[in-house]
């Protein structure tokens, strides 16, 4: 992948968490962008309040996986690096 190519793609997950962010936020909690891999899985870390939320798995996949996926197809993937 090209570094302005990745640099688009990284740009546009942003974009996707986004929307999923303010909901995070009311219950004190935060997602951070870490990277994409070259096979196009992207690697989020949890914060705040996120961190130890018992919930984190299902809204990485309902959530988070679903709003960066409905906005970049090409994604194969989305995963904590931290978490339950």
């Avoid at 303010?22 to 949890?46: A, N, Q, S, Y």
């Avoid at 960066?68 to 931290?82: F, H, L, M, Y």
Wanted: with cysteine; charged share 25%; glycine share 8%.
């Amino acid at each position: 992948m090209i570094a302005t190519d990745k640099q688009h793609l990284l740009a546009r997950i942003e974009e996707a968490l986004s929307t999923v962010r303010p909901h995070l936020r009311i219950d004190g909690g935060d997602v951070e962008l870490v990277d994409v891999t070259d096979d196009m899985h992207v690697k989020i870390r949890w914060t705040g309040m996120c961190e130890s939320c018992s919930m984190s798995a299902m809204t990485l996949r309902a959530g988070i996986s679903e709003a960066i996926r409905g906005k970049i197809p090409e994604i194969v993937g989305v995963e904590a690096v931290n978490g339950i």
